[in-house]
Nanobody, 123 residues
C-alpha cells in the first residue's frame, strides 16, 4: 500500500520560510518522480515543482523560481520543499505526489497523492 505523508505546514508571516517534507512508503522511491502541487481556496490544483527520478532533474512554476527548492533524500524515502521569501499568494494546501513518468507537470500523470498540508502566509 502506497502512502505519501506530508508534514511541515503552518502559519508564517510574509517573507518567512517553511520546509515541507513528504515521506513515501510502499513504492520504489528511486523509480518515481516526486512533485509538489498546491491548491488555494476556490482555485484549481496547480503544479509547483518536481524532482525527476532520472538524474534528479528539477523544474519549477515561474511564480516560485528562486524562492522554493525541491530536494530528496533517497535513504529516507523523503522529498522536501524548502520555501523562502513566502508571500500571501503562496497560501494553499500543498500536496505531495508520485509519478512513474520521468518529467511531468501534468496532474493526471501522478498516481499517488498525499493528504495535503496547509500553508498560510499572513501579510
Amino acid at each position: 500500500q502506497v502512502q505519501l505523508v506530508e508534514s511541515g505546514g503552518g502559519l508564517v508571516q510574509a517573507g518567512g520560510s517553511l520546509r515541507l517534507a513528504c515521506l513515501a512508503s510502499g513504492l520504489t522511491f528511486s523509480r518515481y518522480s516526486m512533485a509538489w502541487f498546491r491548491q488555494a481556496p476556490g482555485k484549481e490544483r496547480e503544479f509547483v515543482t518536481y524532482i525527476s527520478w532520472a538524474l534528479s532533474r528539477t523544474t519549477y512554476v515561474d511564480s516560485v523560481k528562486g524562492r522554493f527548492t525541491i530536494s530528496k533524500d533517497s535513504a529516507k524515502n523523503t522529498v522536501y520543499l524548502q520555501m523562502n521569501s513566502l508571500k500571501p499568494e503562496d497560501t494553499a494546501v500543498y500536496y505531495c505526489a508520485a509519478s512513474r513518468v520521468r518529467d511531468s507537470r501534468v496532474y493526471d500523470d501522478y498516481e499517488y497523492w498525499g493528504q495535503g498540508t496547509q500553508v498560510t502566509v499572513s501579510s
